[in-house]
């Protein structure tokens, strides 16, 4: 079955759909976007996506498209179109089209949008999981990571960095020294008080996870104690155990740093327990759903 692509008002063959050479995301990385999980045909915590997309919108200036419903619908269309029973939807919305200058008049344009959808082989059984490598880099990028923009370009030179050297993410680290987050997701650990640690939201120098929102609530219903604080790539090699979070890794075990073996090598115990809550979690509201 061929895909089907969402641009503009029109679901085209994705090898037909292309947004103009002017497109403001082409020339500036002017534009936002979700990744949004779908299990059994459902996006799992889609409100925490709109809500996020509304804010990423509004610290770029940028002017939203319509409502949130007609985007959720043009999501569930291209879902639908595309057979996706598990996987993944992605939406980019940026500026719109317009003779490259720096300058942007929103009143003038009309922003471009874009939806795609793919199945993805969920994570195994969080029994029989194994934990990845990842690589230490410094995080180079700029002061609003914590917008979901569509300008990339350090995040994947991180993670081609870490797969050029055989892992599966970069674990970026700020002046200090301590973990900022992933190049595609959040990072955690547990500490040797077993308490689960991860950066705080606070100083805009992470990208609010959904995941790692709702990793947090499941800890809470697990007796898990959370703390958001700082920790340095120093902590992270002594740690009990460490993982990453995101729409697409779910909780990711996380096993290596750099060449440190992480605990005992193998997926810890908080690690596993958490990601079958969330398994459990995004199977129960998408059949609600259903
Ligand atoms: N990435 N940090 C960064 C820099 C990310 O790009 C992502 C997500 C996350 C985790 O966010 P969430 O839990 O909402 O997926 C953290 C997506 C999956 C991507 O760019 O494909």
């Not at 925490?48 to 985007?71: K, N, T, W, Y």
């Not at 200090?176 to 120098?205: F, K, M």
């Not at 290596?256 to 327990?273: F, L, Y």
Request: glycine fraction near 6%; aromatic fraction near 6%.
């Amino acid at each position: 079955m061929s895909r089907i692509a969402y641009v503009n008002g029109r679901y085209l063959p994705h090898s037909a759909a292309h947004v103009h050479i002017d497109d403001r995301a082409h020339n500036f990385a002017d534009g936002v976007y979700e990744v949004i999980l779908v299990m059994a045909g459902r996006m799992v915590d889609e409100d925490g996506h709109m809500v996020r997309l509304a804010r990423s919108i509004r610290e770029l200036d940028m002017v939203a498209p319509m409502s949130d419903r007609a985007l959720i619908h043009i999501m569930d269309q291209t879902i639908l179109r595309n057979r996706v029973t598990d996987g993944m939807v992605y939406l980019q919305i940026n500026r719109g089209t317009s003779p490259r200058n720096h300058a942007y008049d929103n009143e003038a344009l009309t922003p471009t949008v874009v939806c795609t959808a793919k199945s993805v082989v969920l994570p195994s059984d969080p029994e029989t999981i194994g934990g990845v490598k990842v690589i230490t880099l410094s995080d180079n990028r700029w002061e609003r990571v914590d917008i979901k923009t569509v300008s990339l370009l350090p995040n994947a030179m991180a993670k081609t960095a870490a797969t050029r050297q055989g892992a599966y993410e970069a674990w970026l680290y700020d002046g200090d020294g301590n973990v900022t987050e992933c190049s595609s997701s959040n990072a955690w650990i547990v500490d040797l008080e077993d308490r689960l640690v991860t950066r705080p939201l606070a100083g805009n120098d992470i990208l609010p996870g959904i995941t790692r929102d709702r990793v947090i609530k499941l800890a809470a219903e697990n007796g898990i104690e959370v703390v958001e604080r700082a920790f340095s790539v120093e902590e992270a090699l002594g740690a009990r155990e460490a993982f990453l979070t995101s729409t697409t890794s779910f909780v990711k075990p996380v096993t290596q740093i750099d060449d440190t073996v992480i605990g005992n090598g193998q997926p810890g115990t908080t690690t596993r327990t958490l990601l079958a809550a969330y398994l459990a979690f995004a199977r129960e509201v998408t059949e609600q759903a259903a």
